[in-house]
């Protein structure tokens, strides 16, 4: 149980976010958003605007920034604004307008009259199944479209038909957005021919990369600046808009611009998730065992088609035993700002409908929904021959239930005065990943350590993991260990994102540390060295031999050397060829309906994680519960209403509803810990996303077992259960 190494800066309000940087002359800019969801921008007067108090610039399509397309290998291509004068959505950022104080920015963008050529737009998602297009494979070369059969099964559809129980329903999930609590920001400098940005994101290496693709300028001449990230979830991933265009404008004016959008232009000119529909079949015996899983799924993508959920590449990958198995993966290009990864992107709202399918095929059956998982729980995934690594999801199971007093629950729920109360599971599965990483240490004569790399903290806690793991490492107090993260002139750290962190630059650690301590002893041991031709080791902080002890300090300082560095890097490997890795879970949640208003609250929530090795337990804690409140509110809360001209009517804080401290009761975390050393060196298998993996379908299921009324679309109303 450690405290966050940067807690005391962030709760006192010292912690320098990307906006929170100021220069002398620095100046602001303002983002101008489209006001259709589909068509051409005809003209762009900024006569008004350019001469209003204090305007030092106005960008548009027509005085673009010389901005570039910008890619990463890990996202590809990243949407860079003002390159056309095509308008794909409505809240599309089409122009930047900069003055000397934000006021006047967003005065004068205020003057901007845009003349469009419209054309009709598609915004809805159910429109548009009518068109839906086949998805890409995934990422990591899932197919989207895959059916596994037995011998002699012709199709999927034989299959579900000689099942003597069959379930088959179509799920929905609505669009959602990350709210991060910092709004998309940057802060740019352009001097000396470096352009340093300051903002939030899950990768400096890769905001640097992005950055110096759009303007054109060499890796090394980009500096890309983020120790503090409030809240990324995925959608901080890509550069944003303020950061592309503040730097375009820093460059044109010789000027700092910093860039800051609004709550409400947070939601239409970043990313978002996509909506989702998922037709689910399942075929049993009457003993529970699987015979047929069949998952379809549309989701909504945005018309450049940069990015699928995908719900249906999850079931592949993850899930259960099945004969028989096939998905298909469509995407639905609409008028409708970009969609991108967030918080388990695929498994949050592909679980929802598998979830709540198992737990109706599960009453279909009379059966207990976690025995009727467990009869079908997974040795490997579908179709694969490569073993899970380690799966404890059956004690997860196991213990859940000992704590939650599942064995109290009835198929009926129970009465409580006015309320009517149910308890609801599910399973939580996520892909144990992995991605290279390179992280620095520097031993310092003072007895310290400095471990660095460009990753980020996005709020998930790394930095205090990177000082653990450097203090196990190196085998020194945490106290000793001064952990940076979040600046591209740090070695490459990877992507914050993908429940990798740790995992990515733990291992990275370790190798570091095995490095940099070799050299120690060898400088130990050289001529001149304090332990010349003495065979030395390392052990409990001190470099040993011929019966003495030093500090690493003390070696620094005997061998005049004021520090000593190593790199050490880590990428996925050979362990690839020998298993599958997932981190499982099990979601449990009790909630009440109310008899009169059908108000639902939830009650009791508890999640129990095999997630292999857990560094922190206060951090973990918070992460997983902050996945499950985050289930909460998919299945409770969030969704975006499109309104036919492309606009999401209720994108602000106002009306996109999340949760609040009174709509949360206590929740339980537990974890059973076994260390996956078959996956990486540190042992750990990931817990950022799967927290909140099947909360949503536990909600329903919990409300269903309260009322009877199955409801098969996130968020859940009230007018649902009336
Ligand atoms: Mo996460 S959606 O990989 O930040």
């Known amino acids: 149980m450690t405290n966050r190494v940067d807690g005391p800066l962030k709760v006192t309000g010292r912690a320098k976010y990307g906006a929170d940087n100021n220069f002398a002359g620095l100046v602001h800019g303002y983002v101008v958003l489209s006001t ?8 762009m007067d900024v006569t008004a605007a350019k001469s209003a108090p204090g305007v030092l610039g106005v960008y548009s399509p027509f005085d673009p920034l010389g901005l570039n397309a910008a890619s990463t290998p890990i996202f590809g291509e990243t949407w860079v604004p003002l390159r056309s004068k095509e308008v794909a959505y409505y809240g599309q950022p089409i122009g930047f307008v900069v003055a000397e104080t934000y006021e006047q920015a967003r005065d004068a963008a205020m003057l901007v009259k845009v003349s469009y050529h419209a054309r009709p737009a598609l915004t809805s998602l159910a429109d548009g199944l009518a068109t839906a297009e086949d998805a890409p494979e995934a990422r990591d070369g899932s197919p989207s479209e895959l059916s596994v059969l037995a011998d002699g099964v012709e199709s999927i559809e034989d299959a579900l038909a000689a099942s003597p129980v069959v379930m088959e329903a179509t799920y929905s999930t609505a669009t959602q957005h990350h709210t991060q609590m910092e709004p998309h920001s940057a802060v740019a400098v352009w001097e000396s021919g470096v352009m340093t940005v300051y903002s939030g994101n899950q990768g400096a290496n890769l905001q640097a990369m992005e950055l110096a693709g759009a303007l054109g300028l060499d890796l090394g001449s980009v500096h890309a600046v983020n120790p503090f990230v409030g809240g990324a979830f995925g959608g901080k991933a890509r550069t944003s808009a303020p950061a592309f265009l503040a730097a375009g404008a820093a460059r044109a004016l010789g000027r700092p611009v910093k860039a800051v959008l609004s709550r409400e232009q947070v939601f239409s000119a970043t990313a978002g998730r996509a909506a989702t529909v998922q037709k689910i079949a399942l075929g049993a015996e009457r003993d529970g065992t699987l015979i047929a899983l069949r998952h379809d799924s549309w989701c909504s993508t945005a018309m450049d088609r940069s990015f699928v959920e995908p719900t249906s590449h999850g079931t592949s990958r993850e899930w259960y035993a099945t004969q028989n198995l096939a998905i298909s993966q469509k995407m639905v290009p609409l008028h409708i700002p970009p969609t991108t990864f967030m918080r388990a992107p695929g498994e949050a709202p592909g679980s929802f409908a598998l979830e709540s399918a198992i737990d109706e095929l599960a009453i279909a059956l009379e059966m207990d929904p976690i025995e009727l998982r467990m009869r079908n729980n997974s040795t490997a995934p579908p179709g694969k021959d ?18 939650f007093g599942w064995e109290r629950r ?3 729920g129970r009465v ?3 309320w009517l109360v149910g308890l609801g599971t599910a399973t939580a599965m996520f892909p144990a990943l992995r991605f290279p990483a390179t992280v620095e240490i520097v031993l310092r004569d003072d007895e310290t350590a400095v471990v660095s790399t460009s990753g980020a903290d996005p709020g998930t806690g790394l930095l205090t993991v990177v000082s653990l793991v450097g203090a196990e490492s190196l085998d020194i107090p945490a106290e000793r260990i001064t952990p940076r993260l979040g600046d591209s002139a740090f070695p490459p750290g990877g992507m914050s994102g993908g429940s990798t962190a740790t995992a990515s630059t733990g291992t990275a650690i370790m190798a570091a540390a095995a490095t940099v301590l070799d050299e120690l002893l060898a400088l130990a041991s050289a001529p001149g060295g304090p332990f010349e031709g003495v065979e030395v080791s390392y052990a409990d902080g001190q470099v040993l031999g011929g019966g003495r002890a030093m500090t690493f300090g003390e070696v620094l300082r005997a061998a005049g050397r004021a520090e000593l560095a190593a790199n050490g890097s880590s990428a996925p490997g050979e362990e690839l060829t020998k298993h599958s890795f997932s981190s499982f879970g099990a979601q449990f949640c009790e909630v009440r309906v109310h008899r009169w208003t059908r108000e639902a609250r939830v009650s009791r929530l508890l999640g129990v994680f095999d997630s292999g090795r857990i560094i922190n337990a206060k951090a973990a804690r918070s992460q997983a519960i902050g996945g499950m409140i985050w289930g909460v509110s998919a299945a409770l809360h969030e969704g975006l209403e499109i309104e036919e001209n492309g606009r999401f009517a209720n994108g602000d804080l106002a009306s996109y509803l999340v949760p609040v ?4 009761p206590d929740a339980d975390v537990h974890f059973v810990q076994y260390p996956d050393t078959l996956h990486n060196a540190v042992g750990a298998k990931g817990l950022g996303e799967i927290g909140m993996v099947g909360m949503a379908a536990a909600i329903a299921n919990a409300i269903h077992n309260a009322t009877g009324v199955r409801v098969r679309h996130i968020p859940i109303m009230i007018e649902d259960l009336l």
């Open 416 to 418: 409580e005065g006015d």
């Open 410 to 412: 009835t198929p009926n």
């Open 386 to 403: 490569l073993q899970w690594s380690s799966k404890h999801l059956d004690e997860c199971f196991r213990i859940g239930a000992a704590r």
């Open 661 to 664: 401290n009174a709509d949360i």
């Open 36 to 43: 259709i969801a589909h068509g051409e921008i005809t003209a």
